[in-house]
């Protein structure tokens, strides 16, 4: 491979989202770190994993004993911590952005856990990059009963979570997607990110499945960019979309997770309908992943950003039995190791 950076990570929390007693059974972290380590393409492995902080993956209430012996156990598979999620969500200890005091206060709460485990991570040296992920933990439903005022709770309970990851030294990422209210549609995004105005501390985490709902303005049709119907016989106008897409979203993308989507929504267990992410070589796929991954690894000029040092595959929903298939991983690691090709460099 000519180029070894960006880094190429796969998500563990595809064993837990959607996932439960009203779906499949969750699939334990080791597992999913085996089905990773195990992944090979003419040589290559996966570098890393992005990390769920939440039973029976991680604990958000993790010892520094349960912390160092995690370290321990990712390093002895050749692997490192990138990016790590906060649980802010009110069924897993958090609270609505947008909520009362206490429901904000709670969701606050969770990020400075989640902060104190990202930290811990890097002290024991098996973390050397990523940032902390969060969303709003509301519904586009709610936020619509007061779309101002709920804007200005998020982007305040937002702007104090960025005091604590700045007093860990760590950065928080914002996942918009059609499911959490203020960030549903890529202008709300845009304006929530610009009210929190933390651009040092804060930034937007693009996800390739999320983001192509975004042109067809799913749960906000206001910003639709594609047109009603647009029936994915024009692909050049499909690319003027995610060019007008990434340059409003671009200078704010500092975590990226590569993706394929069929331009439909999907739910499973209690997890709201979002995009759905499909393997890559999806027949019904509608992303050319290397030439679209583009759009966000390059500026518009077509240069490399070089913004983020490594990126992640997100399966989200797969079914369990494709996920326990060690194809499904060499797939997917061939289809990061493609991106890393097209727009990656050598450090």
Same mark, same amino acid.
């Given at each position: 491979? /000519?180029? #070894? ?8 929390? %595809? ?10 059974? %969750? ?10 380590? @195990?992944?090979?393409? #003419? ?12 039973? %029976? ?5 993790? =010892? ?11 390093? $002895? ?14 069924? !897993? $200890?958090?609270? =609505? ?16 856990? +989640?902060?104190?485990? @990202? ?9 050397? &990059? ?9 519904? %586009? ?8 005022? #709920? !804007? ?13 990851? @700045? ?47 975004? /042109?067809? *303005? &799913? ?80 500026? +518009? ?26 194809? /499904?991983? #060499?797939?997917?690691? @061939? ?8 727009? *990656?460099?050598?450090?």
């Amino acid at each position: 491979m /000519t180029h #070894n950076f960006p880094r190429v990570h796969n998500a563990m929390w %595809p064993g837990l989202v959607g996932k439960g007693a009203d779906s499949e059974p %969750p699939i334990g972290l080791d597992t999913m770190l085996g089905l990773t380590a @195990a992944a090979e393409v #003419n040589g290559a492995r996966f570098d890393g994993v992005d990390l769920f902080l939440f039973d %029976p993956h991680v604990s958000i209430d993790a =010892s520094d004993e349960d912390l160092a012996r995690l370290a321990d156990q990712v390093r $002895g598979m050749g692997l490192v911590v990138g990016s790590v999620v906060a649980p802010v969500w009110p069924p !897993t $200890g958090g609270g =609505s952005a947008m909520g009362h005091a206490e429901d904000r206060g709670r969701f606050v709460a969770q990020v400075r856990k +989640a902060c104190r485990i @990202a930290r811990k991570l890097r002290e024991l040296g098996v973390r050397p &990059y990523g940032i902390v992920r969060i969303d709003s933990a509301a519904s %586009p439903a709610e936020w619509a009963k007061d779309p101002d005022g #709920n !804007t200005k709770l998020i982007a305040q309970t937002f702007r104090e979570a960025c005091e604590v990851a @700045a007093d860990h030294g760590e950065r928080l990422a914002a996942e918009g997607e059609i499911c959490w209210g203020g960030m549903h549609g890529w202008r709300h995004m845009v304006r929530l990110l610009e009210l929190v105005d933390r651009p040092r501390t804060l930034g937007f985490q693009a996800d390739m499945a999320h983001t192509l709902l975004f /042109t067809l *303005g &799913y749960n906000a049709p206001e910003d639709r960019i594609l047109p009603d119907g647009f029936a994915w016989d024009d692909p050049a106008r499909f690319q003027d979309a995610l060019r007008q897409l990434t340059a409003a979203l671009r200078p704010w993308t500092i975590d990226f997770h590569v993706a394929q989507n069929d331009a439909t929504v999907h739910g499973s267990g209690s997890h709201d309908k979002t995009g759905h992410h499909c393997l890559p070589d999806d027949p019904n796929g509608k992303l050319d992943i290397v030439r679209d991954a583009g759009h966000w690894l390059r500026d +518009a000029n077509g240069q490399l950003t070089r913004t983020m040092p490594h990126i992640c595959w997100d399966g989200c929903m797969f079914p369990n039995a494709v996920m326990m298939q060690p194809s /499904t991983w #060499n797939k997917i690691l @061939a289809a990061m190791l493609a991106v890393r090709e097209a727009h *990656g460099w050598r450090e």
